[in-house]
């Protein structure tokens, strides 16, 4: 049976984007509630009944908190223009190895928008 499983994060953070043109109000220093969702997808395993356990995403998650969390994301490294694109892909690459079956990571820097990166 596969099944996809999605985890929702937040981190409060600020940045800025370096390469707007000119006069762009994203240049200037602000910040967001950002909203991370994270897909698994996989087998419900018979043992289990369960894809993966909730708290292993939750465990998987902790360090990348600690590094974007109330932090100035474009000191990150990785991270010096800290769209939601970059972002997606840079949460996708701390998390792909420790996370077999990540298949979405979805970045809302507001609650209108979004970046979802499958990887690739
Ligand atoms: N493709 C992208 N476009 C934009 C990104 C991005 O990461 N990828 N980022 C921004 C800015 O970070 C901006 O702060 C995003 O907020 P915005 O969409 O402007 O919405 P706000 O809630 O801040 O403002 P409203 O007045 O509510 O529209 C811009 N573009
Ligand atoms: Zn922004």
Known sequence: MNTRLVHEFR????HRLPKVPRGHRCERLHGHSFRVEIAIEGRVREET???IDFYD???AWA???EKLDH???NEVPGLENPTSEIIAHWIWEQLTPSLPGLCRVTVFETCEA???YEGG
Do not use: D, I, S, T
């Open 11 to 14: 981190f409060e953070a600020a």
């Open 49 to 51: 009944g369960w894809v």
């Open 57 to 59: 995403l939750e465990k």
């Open 63 to 65: 360090p990348l908190h």
């Open 71 to 73: 932090h100035y994301l």
């Open 114 to 116: 979004r970046c979802e």
